[in-house]
């Protein structure tokens, strides 16, 4: 019978059973890197900037804004920056300058809270080294549930609404 196996018990009998609807559990084969991770980390960035003055006052300013969504297929990483920088030098007189620089940089962060490792707590990284191909990532057949435990499915991991979140906001200068 084509997409069916037969295996043999302990007291000889064969048994042939559809594959097709049992595979992914007594065989999973389960591409972790690929559930977790996708190919690129979409990002973008622009800047601006403004230069001009004359011989007696000079000027600059520049703004940008970066923002990168990240490698998990969650899409539950978001980063952005925001940064601004003034320049301005005035020449007082032939042996005096004067000049005012101001930078300044905001960053927004969300993420997993088990992205990076902290204490006990494995990353999201360091589970997708452990689990293993025969880890069923697949919901069992009428059960409606995964048969990895979610604390072990790096793909659950890093899900905000399973493992929870962290978020912080840097203002620097």
């Not at 499915?153 to 399973?162: F, G, N």
Request: hydrophobic residues 30%; positive net charge; contains cysteine.
């Amino acid at each position: 019978m084509p997409g069916s196996f037969c295996r043999l018990p302990v007291g000889g009998i064969e048994i042939c059973t559809d594959r097709r609807k049992t595979e992914h559990i007594h065989y999973p084969n389960t591409d972790w890197w690929g559930a977790t991770l996708r190919d690129y980390a979409p990002q973008q960035q622009h800047n601006l900037n403004i230069r001009g003055g004359n011989e007696n006052v000079k000027c600059f300013v520049s703004g940008g804004y970066y923002h990168q969504d990240g490698m998990l297929k969650s899409d539950d990483i978001k980063n952005k920056r925001y940064n601004l920088r003034s320049n301005i030098d005035v020449k007082l007189s032939k042996k005096l300058d004067f000049g005012v620089d101001i930078s300044i940089i905001n960053q927004d962060y969300t993420g997993p809270r088990n992205q990076l490792e902290r204490g006990s707590a494995l990353g999201i990284m360091t589970m997708l080294y452990r689990a293993r191909p025969y880890w069923s990532n697949l919901p069992a057949p009428d059960a409606g549930y995964v048969l990895t435990p979610p604390e072990t499915s790096p793909a659950v991991l890093s899900e905000i609404d399973y493992a929870g979140y962290m978020k912080w906001t840097r203002l620097g200068g």
